[in-house]
């Protein structure tokens, strides 16, 4: 379907995150709306040189906004949540 730069969009950095990789080799990351599992799985793999044992997605609705008297909403976006193999590191910043 796409590449797999345009199937990962960008890392999720929080305090959250850097607590789960430590803890339970949990990565996540900002991917395309349209993408499936098995495309973010690859994805990964192709990207970071891993090997993942599973991948989690969820779809965020944009927060409502309002601006004086107009109402509206920030973009939806799809998160996925991948767990690497025993071992495995992802390095951001190389």
Do not use: C
Request: glycine share 4%; charged share 30%.
């Amino acid at each position: 379907m796409k590449a797999p730069q345009d199937v990962v969009v960008q890392p999720i950095i929080s305090e959250k995150m850097e607590y789960l990789q430590e803890v339970q080799r949990k990565y996540a990351f900002k991917v395309h709306p349209s993408a499936n599992k098995i495309q973010i799985k690859d994805a990964v793999e192709a990207i970071y040189k891993v090997t993942v044992t599973g991948v989690n997605v969820m779809n965020r609705l944009g927060k409502k906004r309002r601006v004086r008297y107009t109402e509206g909403r920030r973009s939806s976006w799809k998160k996925a949540v991948v767990t690497l193999k025993e071992g495995d590191t992802i390095e951001y910043f190389e």
